[in-house]
């Protein structure tokens, strides 16, 4: 059974750090793409970032390129997101996400951002 496990989610002050866990179990993990994706309250879910599982490379959307960085460590089956100079509009819910070309098939539960002073 395939698990994505969040963490690391919290309320931060604008202008802030955090640094988001996705823990994965049940796939072969560096063979997958791992995605980042958020929900804000009354809108719709929307891509963050993603790393590729072959060689590494990586995409953001443009909200967050430059602030937010996504790594991964297939020895711990982790993928990370990094996030910097936190805005209050990157309030939500972040998921996590496992697929391949682009096309995500496995989801975490999310984690819960708030930026706020």
């Known amino acids: 059974q395939v698990q994505l496990v969040e963490s690391g989610g919290g309320l931060v002050q604008p202008g802030g750090s955090l640094r988001l866990s996705c823990a994965a179990s049940?796939?072969?993990?560096?063979?997958?793409?791992m995605g980042w994706f958020r929900q804000a309250p009354g809108k719709e879910r929307e891509f963050v970032g993603r790393?590729?599982?072959?060689?590494?490379?990586?995409s953001y959307a443009d909200s967050v390129n430059g602030r937010f960085t996504i790594s991964r460590d297939n020895t711990r089956n982790t993928v990370y997101l990094q996030m910097n100079s936190l805005k209050p509009e990157d309030t939500g819910v972040y998921y996590c996400a496992a697929g391949r070309d682009s096309r995500y098939a496995y989801w975490g539960q999310g984690t819960q951002v708030t930026v706020s002073s």
């Open positions: 049940g796939l072969p993990f560096s063979t997958y793409d």
């Open positions: 790393i590729a599982w072959s060689l590494g490379s990586t």
